[in-house]
């Protein structure tokens, strides 16, 4: 019995294991079971993070490209900002350069509105003569008649300069009468006997305002007469043109002057005109020398004037061959009238010079004398003492109209040689009147 009952108990012990046994065997399978889905899911978890890491390293990469899309953006608005910046300076300074330009352009349309407006007046002063207003202004002639007359009188002048009795032109203005006195430029009013300046047109002014002479400040000597020994040595001396040159030459090496002007002096001494002889030739050559503005006329004078026989000598074949120049050369263009003539000089004398020239006395001047066809301003640059010299035409052949033989053309000048004798007829308070007796050559 207790052997069954062990046995029993064995196999109720038995039983209890087997299940006990089926029941771990149960639980190990669903265990299994558990640990098989476990792995799946670890398996699919573990995909999935493989998935995710590629899908972070793709999200990581378009971060990166991102971030560089952003830094070149950002650098592109830099760029762009910095370009802003630089065009509106470049605006700025685009306006200003316009601003300048619209100042240039309204600058130069004033400058050209000014040109044209001086074009105008010049082209104005071209064509009409003025006349002096009240305030001492000068106010246009707008008459075309008047302006007309007034210009053929000037050429009326011109052909006969020497002419004493120069046209005279009558016409109202600002509702008065004047007479205009061509050779002198001025307009008178017979009422009230007023005198005012006149001025031609432009393209006249240098025919009525002749250039000064160039020895009109040297003062000629006033002399009874020419020395004795001063005549006979201009009378003998060898004027023909080797004497001449040789004197010319010797002289400028002596006292150093230029000798430019006598290679140009021997060159006109060789070359004229069609149909001109050697005479001609070589006394035109003569006085063009003399007009030169250089030391020959200056250096003829004064040892003229100081009457230095030692010095006069040097230079006597020239001296001589002037003065044969003066009677000899033609000046037909002077002589075309038998009316008196007038020739002008102005000097500035004191008084105790001018106290010398008494009426009816005869002198000499002893050198060469220059006069003008023209009269010359009193005290204004060209002397205060004006000398009226009346020839004929008997005695204007003792003088040379030089302007076709001059260096200095437009300058009218007549020549009087020296030793030429003159006696005053008239004397006033700024004018003496003269008229050539003869001449001592």
């Given at each position: 019995r207790k052997l069954k009952e062990e046995y029993n108990s064995l196999q109720n012990s038995q039983s209890r294991?087997?299940?006990?046994?089926?029941?771990?065997r149960q639980n190990t399978t669903v265990l299994q079971q558990e640990n098989n889905r476990l792995k799946e899911e670890i398996t699919r978890l573990t995909q999935d993070n493989t998935v995710a890491n590629e899908h972070c390293k793709s999200l990581q990469a378009e971060m990166r490209q991102l971030s560089e899309k952003h830094?070149?953006?950002q650098s592109s608005y830099e760029s762009v900002r910095q370009a802003e910046l630089d065009t509106r300076k470049l605006w700025n300074v685009a306006k200003e350069q316009q601003h300048a330009a619209e100042q240039r352009e309204t600058a130069l349309q004033e400058d050209i509105q000014i040109l044209k407006e001086e074009n105008a007046k010049q082209e104005q002063e071209r064509k009409q003569w003025c006349y002096e207003n009240d305030d001492g202004e000068y106010t246009f002639i707008t008459d075309p008649d008047i302006n007309q007359q007034l210009t053929a009188g000037f050429q009326q002048l011109q052909n006969d300069p020497y002419t004493n009795n120069p046209p005279i032109v009558t016409y109202t203005n600002a509702n008065c009468t004047y007479t205009a006195d061509i050779r002198n430029l001025q307009q008178r009013n017979p009422t009230t006997h007023?005198?005012?300046s006149l001025r031609p047109p432009h393209d006249l002014q240098r025919y009525y305002v002749p250039?000064?002479?160039?020895?009109?400040?040297?003062?000629?000597s006033f002399k009874d007469a020419l020395s004795s020994t001063l005549v006979a040595e201009l009378k003998n001396a060898n004027k023909d043109k080797q004497s001449v040159q040789g004197c010319?030459?010797?002289w400028a090496q002596e006292y150093g002057q230029a000798t430019g002007i006598l290679s140009d002096f021997y060159h006109r001494c060789q070359v004229g005109g069609p149909g001109d002889n050697e005479e001609h030739v070589f006394l035109s050559a003569v006085v063009w020398l003399y007009t030169y503005d250089g030391w020959v006329f200056k250096a003829v004078n004064q040892i003229?004037?100081?009457e230095d026989c030692h010095q006069i000598q040097k230079l006597a074949p020239y001296i001589a061959a002037l003065i044969h120049a003066i009677k000899k050369l033609p000046s037909a263009s002077l002589c075309n009238s038998t009316t008196r003539k007038t020739l002008f000089r102005n000097m500035d004398l004191k008084p105790p010079d001018i106290d010398k020239y008494q009426v009816g006395k005869a002198f000499v001047w002893n050198s060469f004398t220059s006069t003008a066809c023209f009269p010359q301003p009193i005290n204004s640059g060209f002397g205060s003492t004006r000398f009226e010299i009346e020839v004929d035409d008997c005695t204007l052949k003792e003088t040379l109209f030089a302007?076709?033989?001059?260096?200095?053309?437009?300058?009218y000048e007549v020549l009087v040689p020296v030793g030429t004798y003159f006696q005053v007829v008239e004397k006033g308070a700024n004018l003496i009147k003269l008229k050539i007796l003869h001449c001592a050559f």
């Open positions: 294991t087997e299940h006990s046994l089926s029941l771990e830094q070149q953006l007023s005198v005012r250039p000064p002479l160039r020895c009109r400040g040297s003062i000629p010319l030459s010797n003229l004037r100081v302007e076709a033989y001059s260096a200095m053309r437009g300058e």
